[in-house]
T-cell receptor, first 114, second 111 residues
Framework: DQQVKQNSPSLSVQEGRISILNCDYTNSMFDYFLWYKKYPAEGPTFLISISSIKDKNEDGRFTVFLNKSAKHLSLHIVPSQPGDSAVYFCAASASGTSYGKLTFGQGTILTVHP | DAGITQSPRHKVTETGTPVTLRCHQTENHRYMYWYRQDPGHGLRLIHYSYGVKDTDKGEVSDGYSVSRSKTEDFLLTLESATSSQTSVYFC??????????FGQGTRLTVV
């Protein structure tokens, strides 16, 4: 069973517009959520995270929103830039004895057109 | 960038042969992980380690074994490689239990 799902395999937006990437989860034990960005032939790099005690976290052009009741989170990128074109992975973790194990979604390919 | 080195970066091997991938870290982080990335599946956890000689299975551990004899090294072994193990393998390290840093990846092809 896929505990973390990214239902949109790809997203295409124009430079300067908003990119919204979505992620759903099913495991109610998850209490920490992360977004990673991945360029081809490189490892994923951490982008932004949010704890379940918050519903929003901002870092520059990137904002993550968490809706616990809907078990849904989203990543907003404003304004989008061509350099943002990459694969974005949503990940979730359960604190306590999880030893930092992450459960990932399938990824969404973001393409930002100049 | 976190000091994580994966070797080799690319490998082609034949079905049935043993293969060992190495992950080396210079950050002295306690936790180390091996993930595989496949289209449509994202990254899936194979095995992880929470200390020297302390390891456990992840989501897709069948056909894989690991060892951690030193804090800085985490080895992933495919005892008898199969075509279904063709994948990109990522090592990750973590200290805080909440965020992992990933290596550059190893592309393994089993023919």
């Amino acid at each position: 069973d896929q505990q973390v799902k990214q239902n949109s395999p790809s997203l295409s937006v124009q430079e300067g517009r908003i990119s919204i990437l979505n992620c759903d989860y099913t495991n109610s034990m998850f209490d920490y959520f992360l977004w990673y960005k991945k360029y081809p032939a490189e490892g994923p790099t951490f982008l932004i995270s949010i704890s379940s005690i918050k519903d929003k976290n901002e870092d520059g052009r990137f904002t993550v929103f968490l809706n616990k009741s809907a078990k849904h989170l989203s990543l907003h990128i404003v304004p989008s830039q061509p350099g943002d074109s990459a694969v974005y992975f949503c990940a979730a973790s359960a604190s306590g004895t999880s030893y930092g194990k992450l459960t990932f979604g399938q990824g969404t390919i973001l393409t930002v057109h100049p | 960038d976190a000091g994580i080195t994966q070797s080799p970066r690319h490998k082609v091997t034949e079905t049935g042969t043993p293969v060992t991938l190495r992950c080396h870290q210079t950050e002295n982080h306690r936790y180390m992980y091996w993930y595989r990335q496949d289209p449509g599946h994202g990254l899936r956890l194979i095995h992880y380690s929470y200390g020297v000689k302390d390891t456990d299975k992840g989501e897709v551990s069948d056909g894989y074994s690991v060892s951690r004899s030193k804090t800085e090294d985490f080895l992933l072994t495919l005892e008898s490689a199969t075509s279904s193990q063709t994948s990109v393998y990522f090592c990750a390290i973590s200290e805080s239990q909440v965020m992992a840093f990933f290596g550059q990846g190893t592309r393994l092809t089993v023919v």
